[in-house]
């Protein structure tokens, strides 16, 4: 077993997730500003130093992904955010992309950035604690949309970037998301979501990135958020399931959902269908930001000083979505 694919197990088993905390801040601002919190560095800190120090931290997270000004930023208690990370047995994270811009000569569509400087930026995240990455690309679905343009540019950055961080010794998560914005049918995203990430695993091999050494963070197989023909979450589930199993090569250690904008219930009922239903060897957990955070985040709007009341419910969200990574959530554990 390599030691990639040691930190990357480390990070996802036995019901473990990732929490995904690396929003940028201008959409950390957006997040805040939705709660009514002036979106200062000592306000984000506040929060995520809240969320970083709670118990649920050493039982169900796995890992924590931060954005560049947070692993630079030092606890209200003197200790570095990665160490306070670490201490809990949680694995610290980097966001390393610097967004998505539009791409050229097809303007609709988005590139992902970041790839020039990154080895150097990659060995300074090392040496503040940091044993894993994200790098996001992101597609949309319409009649013309996502473009064979977009689908080869976006693996290909993908695939560099991993092969840098593996390089660097840490694990790169590799996020292609196919929004759910549109009017699309599941099947539609099913298809387009296959063709995506075939072609980030063709572009991942071709780079001779370890693929025992990643985590897959794809988005769930759902009906466009405007499509008239929604589907079950049974549904979701076994469609979701045909991607991965005829996309994904054997070697990957395992699945990490993102929650793109469903509700927090809903990301944990699909993700324990999922499970439940599980007939391929991946591990399939969460990478969530939304998911994790959004209750939380509104309870401790009302009171930034609260520290327990926003603890207890971002623990039980954790737990919830840990059941779930483990096919042992329902409504009544969620409700209890
Ligand atoms: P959501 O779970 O809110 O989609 O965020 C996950 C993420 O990291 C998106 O890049």
């Known amino acids: 077993m390599s030691d990639l694919n040691k930190i990357a197990l480390k990070i996802i088993s036995n019901g473990k997730g990732i929490l995904a905390a690396d929003e940028s801040n201008g959409t950390m601002t957006k997040r805040l500003k939705a709660v009514d919190v002036v979106s200062t560095p000592e306000n984000r800190l506040m929060f ?3 969320l970083f120090s ?6 169900y997270i796995g890992g924590v992904i931060l954005y560049d000004e947070t692993i630079n930023q030092t606890t209200s208690f003197g200790k570095s955010i990665p160490s306070l990370i670490s201490s809990t047995g949680a ?3 980097i966001k390393v992309d610097i967004g998505a811009k539009d791409l050229a000569n097809s303007s609709e569509e988005k590139i992902t950035e970041g790839l020039d400087g990154l080895r150097e930026r990659l060995k300074r ?15 949309i679905i319409n009649k013309k949309y996502p473009s064979t343009l977009a689908i080869n540019s976006n693996a290909h950055a993908l695939a560099r970037y991993s092969a840098l961080v593996q390089e660097c010794k840490m694990v790169p998560i590799v996020e292609p998301e196919v929004l759910m914005d549109g009017d ?7 298809r387009k979501t296959s063709d995506v990430i075939k072609k980030c695993f063709d572009e991942l091999i071709l780079n001779k990135v370890d693929l025992s050494g990643i985590i897959l963070k794809p988005n769930m197989i759902l009906a466009g958020k405007n499509s008239k023909v929604k589907i079950s979450n049974e549904e979701v589930a076994q469609k979701t399931l045909q991607c991965i199993r005829n996309s994904v090569p054997r070697e990957v250690p395992g699945i990490a959902f993102l ?28 990478s969530y930001g939304r998911a994790l ?8 709007s009302k009171n ?9 419910i971002f623990n039980h969200r954790a737990k919830m979505c840990t059941l779930a990574a483990q096919g042992k959530w329902s409504y009544e554990l969620e409700n209890k």
Request: proline share 1%.
């Open 125 to 139: 995240y090392y040496e503040l604690g940091a044993r894993f990455t994200k790098w996001r690309g992101v597609f």
């Open 91 to 93: 694995i610290p994270g």
């Open 293 to 300: 955070q959004q209750s939380a985040l509104k309870i401790w």
């Open 304 to 312: 930034t000083k609260d520290v327990k009341t926003t603890q207890n």
């Open 184 to 190: 699309h049918s599941a099947d539609i995203c099913l």
């Open 54 to 59: 709670s118990e649920s931290m050493k039982e």
């Open 259 to 286: 929650s793109g904008g469903q509700s927090e219930i809903e990301a944990t009922e699909n993700l324990n269908l999922i499970n439940k239903n599980n007939n391929t060897e991946f591990i399939m957990t969460y």
């Open 48 to 50: 995520r130093e809240i």
